[in-house]
Every structure is written in structure tokens, then in C-alpha cells.
């Protein structure tokens, strides 16, 4: 065995990332918002694009219109005491002023503010606002204590005993149920608050609370010595109490709102794919430093410049417009293979995947990925996010794919229709399922309707 070093020649191919790769990559797995977000700060940062409405109105008559409209606006804003460069509050000469309510845009009340309400009606004495205070803002999302009352006290530095009295104030409060410890004290305080609190109720909650949540009935009926029909009614009062009261309310996080990135309609010949562009502004080259990259002559670092941000601008322009014919190719045959869905509902939604998508458009399963990654649809069907279309699932009697969602909406239809004092088992559900040409496992019927939220049968059932 020789050891040294060689010196040797040899071949081999790699694929180098641009940063223009890097872009064009990045781009196409933007949603609308984010590349609205993106080409904004490369409004910013390239001088040499601009939006075509900057260019619009090319006539000297549209330009001309366009000064008249911004010199009225000025005049108007100097009219009614804005600052051009800032803003100040206007002076209202008529107080009488009609205003619409439809001016101004409500805010959703959350938790702590509706609490904090009724506690300054509730009480005017400030210690007890003090405690209030504390404990409603020590409150969980859902409207249940958090700290101990030893703690309150210790915070706010209080006995005990005012804390109590403060605490069960704040269980008076609406929603009905806040302020309780647990969920047992949660329903208790609800059932008092409508006058239907007894020894039964309190024996079925502090004690049978895991024999009603698993539908034992029966069990509970024999340890109280009540009928079952009886212990059903019960339960169908403790069912509809709510066991998180807060959560009705806004919470502190933001709401986000889904702004769709291609648009599906049904149209004579089929189905329309569109993307989304109205939120993205037209790209396009200045005119302007065109001329100046022409004029340049021997400005050697004013010519590189230019033609670097020209070259810039150019591939952005570029790298948007093929993000959009990927997205229209992509989902255009999402539209094809689910064509049944679109025409006649859940129940038809077929299994597909990447690679089927990939091969139909003729691109890598990389780009369908990045193409349909955090994308919406809006459809006749609703909207919906990309990889809905994108699912696993079992063939049918006849060779044909039948998508997870599609067979969770069979077994919810099934459990919809069954006899509620007799439901179907996840095994009676597999044979009907098979007679409809479907055939799936007991224990994936289980996971199915585990993931749908629906109960076993010996919970389903009704006395």
C-alpha cells in the first residue's frame, strides 16, 4: 500500500445556485402576500423597477390629469387641517355633524376587557378592584384560574379571605363558568346560575364525570339510583353547558385571513384557471434610466451599475411571470385529475400525488411542491389550501384512487343517517363501506373517525 499525494485531473457535473436561481426558486414558493411583500422591498431597492401605474397615462393629456388630481388633493388636505408631511387632528366646526357608524370599524371585546367591566360595576371599592384586576388578568384563554389564592393574596398583598370573596364575585360574571378552577366547578357554577343545581347533578359531575364523558350510563344510573332515561336527560343538560367560557371571546393573538393565490370558475368548455394578481403590483423597466444607461457613454461605473440593476429587474419580471404559468399548469391539472370533485362533491375527491401532477406538467416534484406550499384555491367548492387536493387514500372495486377525505365524508354521511339508540361499529361501517365499493380496514375506519372528531359507538349511543 502506497501512501502520497497525487496531482489528477477529472470531470464531474453539479448544479451551482445562482443567487437568480436562488430568486426564481424563492418566488415561486411565495404566496401572494409574501410576494407582494417581496417585490415591494425590491421597489425599494432598485431604483431601475417601477409599477406600470407609475407609467400609465404615457399621454401628455393623462399626465396632465394626474397633476390636476394631486394638486386638488392637496388643496383639500390643506383645507381641512392636515399636515402634508404628518398628521394632526382636524377642527370640527359643526359638532352636529351627522356620521354614518358605518365610518368606523368595531374591535372584538376580549376576555379580560368584558371582565373588567362588569368588576367596575360590580364593586367600588379598590382593594376588591385591585384583586379583580389581578386575577382577571391572570386568567387562561378558556376563563380558568391559574393561581392559588395564597398566591393572589401574597401578589397583592391581601388576606386571603378578601381574595375569596373577590373570587367568588368574578364567578358571577358572564360568561357564566369563569373564574372556576376546574372544568367540575365550571359546570357546577352554570348549572346554579340556571336554577338547576342538586345533589345529582353534583354526585354526576365530581364523581362520574370519566362514566359520562365514555357513556356509561348505565353505570352511573346504578350508583345513583336513578333510571337510565333519567341520567341521559342529565346529560344532555351537562353536554350543552360550556366548558371553556372564554374562548368566545377574541383572543390576543392576530387573526390572520386567507387571500386566495389562483382562482378556479366553472365556465361553458369546463374550468377557468386565474391567479391572483390584483394585490401585486405591475412590474416593469423605467424609461427613465434607460435613457440614462444610453447616455452614459464611457461612465464605466455608472454603465455597470445600470446594467446590473437592469439585468436585476429584468429577471424579476421574469421570475414573477413563470411563478405564474407554473401555479396556472399546476393547478390547472390539480383541476383535471379532480375534475369529479368539482362537478359533483366530497365523495369523489380522488387520491393524487406530486409525481402525478409532476409528470401531467412535465416539470420535478420539487416545483409542484414549491407551487402549491401555503397556496389557496378559491373554487365553487370553497376555498382551499393547495395540498388538500393532495392525499393518500385506498382503490376502489374498479382500479380507482379514493382520496382519505372522500371516504371520511362517506363515514360521516353513514353515522349522520344511523339508528342513534343502535350505532354502527367501526366494523359494521367497513361493510358498509365495502358494499359501496370501498374497501378499508376497521382500524383506519377508527383513525378516520378519530381525526374527524367523532366518537366510538358505545359513546354515540343514546337510551
Known amino acids: 500500500m502506497r501512501l502520497g499525494y497525487d496531482l489528477t485531473i477529472e470531470q464531474s457535473q453539479k448544479l451551482v445556485m445562482t443567487p437568480e436561481l436562488i430568486q426564481a426558486i424563492q418566488i415561486l414558493q411565495f404566496n401572494t402576500q409574501e410576494l407582494d411583500s417581496y417585490v415591494q422591498d425590491q421597489l425599494l431597492s432598485n431604483p431601475v423597477l417601477e409599477t406600470s401605474q407609475t407609467e400609465e397615462g404615457g399621454t401628455e393629456e393623462e399626465r396632465k390629469s394626474f397633476d390636476e388630481q394631486t394638486d386638488t388633493l392637496r388643496e383639500y388636505i390643506r383645507e381641512r387641517g392636515y399636515d402634508e408631511t404628518g398628521y394632526k387632528q382636524p377642527q370640527y366646526a359643526n359638532d352636529d355633524k351627522d356620521y354614518s357608524y358605518e365610518q368606523y370599524v368595531s374591535a372584538e371585546i376580549t376576555l379580560p376587557e368584558h371582565l373588567m367591566f362588569q368588576l367596575q360595576f360590580a364593586s367600588g371599592n379598590k382593594t376588591c378592584r385591585k384583586i379583580g384586576r389581578y386575577i382577571i388578568e391572570s386568567l387562561d384563554e378558556n376563563g380558568y384560574m391559574t393561581l392559588e389564592d395564597e398566591e393572589i393574596a401574597a401578589a397583592v398583598e391581601t388576606c386571603v379571605k378578601n381574595v375569596k370573596k373577590v373570587v367568588n364575585l368574578i364567578q358571577t360574571f358572564e360568561p357564566m363558568g369563569v373564574g372556576a378552577r ?107 434610466y434607460e435613457k440614462v444607461l444610453r447616455e452614459s457613454g464611457n461612465d464605466e461605473k455608472l454603465n455597470e451599475y445600470l446594467s446590473e440593476r437592469f439585468n436585476s429587474a429584468l429577471w424579476l419580471i421574469k421570475s414573477i411571470e413563470q411563478r405564474k404559468q407554473t401555479i396556472i399548469n399546476v393547478v ?132
Open 332 to 463: 390547472t391539472s390539480i383541476v383535471k385529475f379532480q375534475k369529479e370533485y368539482f362537478d359533483n362533491g366530497d365523495k369523489y375527491l380522488k387520491t393524487l400525488t406530486l409525481r402525478q401532477v409532476a409528470d401531467d406538467v412535465g416539470i420535478h416534484e420539487s416545483t409542484v411542491s414549491r407551487s402549491i406550499n401555503g397556496k389557496y384555491m378559491q373554487s365553487p367548492r370553497g376555498v382551499f389550501e393547495l395540498k388538500y387536493f393532495f392525499s393518500g387514500g385506498v382503490f376502489g372495486d374498479q382500479g380507482e384512487g379514493i382520496s382519505s377525505n372522500s371516504i371520511k365524508t362517506h363515514i360521516k354521511e353513514i353515522i349522520d343517517k344511523e339508528d342513534i339508540k343502535a350505532p354502527y361499529s367501526d366494523q359494521s361501517l367497513a361493510m358498509i363501506l365495502k358494499e359501496r365499493g370501498i374497501e378499508i380496514s376497521r382500524r383506519t375506519i377508527a383513525k378516520y373517525r378519530d381525526e374527524m372528531g367523532i366518537s366510538s359507538s358505545s359513546k354515540r349511543k343514546r337510551y
Open 182 to 288: 376546574d372544568l367540575g366547578q365550571c359546570l357546577l357554577i352554570q348549572l346554579k346560575s340556571k336554577d338547576l343545581y342538586n345533589e345529582k347533578y353534583k354526585s354526576m359531575i365530581t364523581e362520574h364525570i370519566e362514566d359520562l364523558a365514555g357513556n356509561r350510563l348505565g353505570q352511573i344510573a346504578k350508583d345513583l339510583g336513578i333510571s337510565v332515561k333519567e341520567v341521559q336527560e342529565m346529560s344532555d343538560v351537562i353536554k350543552s353547558l360550556e366548558p371553556k367560557p372564554g374562548r368566545q371571546f377574541a383572543g390576543q393573538t392576530e387573526t390572520r385571513y386567507i387571500v386566495p393565490d389562483v382562482f378556479v370558475e366553472k365556465t361553458e368548455e369546463g374550468y377557468s384557471v386565474t391567479t391572483n394578481d390584483t394585490s401585486i403590483p405591475k412590474l416593469m423597466v423605467s424609461s427613465y
